[in-house]
């Protein structure tokens, strides 16, 4: 089941997409750790305990895990015009 979708990190936090919903601004403060694997293309946010239980839309959990997914797969480097 998706919770919600990555955008992109911001110097305030976490920019997440809630499905069927809106933008969310998730506060550097807020975040316990992140961890991007581009081998496996794998991210994880763990988010503060208290934040967690504060957040309906989290359903209890305090760690996302979920793909990493690139508009264009490459299979090699593009070639220098």
Same mark, same amino acid.
């Given at each position: 089941?998706?919770?919600?979708?990555?955008?992109?990190?911001?110097?305030?936090? #976490?920019?997440? #997409?809630?499905?069927?919903?809106? $933008?969310?601004?998730?506060?550097?403060?807020?975040?316990?750790?992140?961890?991007? $694997?581009?081998?496996?293309?794998?991210?994880?946010?763990?988010?503060? &305990? $208290?934040?967690?239980?504060?957040?309906?839309?989290?359903?209890? &959990?305090?760690?996302?895990?979920?793909?990493?997914? $690139?508009?264009?797969?490459?299979?090699?480097?593009?070639?220098?015009?």
């Amino acid at each position: 089941m998706v919770l919600a979708s990555f955008r992109y990190r911001t110097t305030e936090g #976490l920019v997440l #997409l809630l499905p069927e919903s809106a $933008d969310l601004l998730v506060p550097w403060a807020s975040i316990e750790e992140t961890m991007l $694997d581009l081998k496996e293309g794998v991210v994880r946010v763990r988010f503060k &305990a $208290d934040y967690a239980a504060s957040q309906r839309w989290l359903r209890g &959990a305090t760690l996302l895990v979920g793909a990493w997914t $690139d508009r264009l797969v490459m299979t090699k480097p593009p070639t220098e015009s």
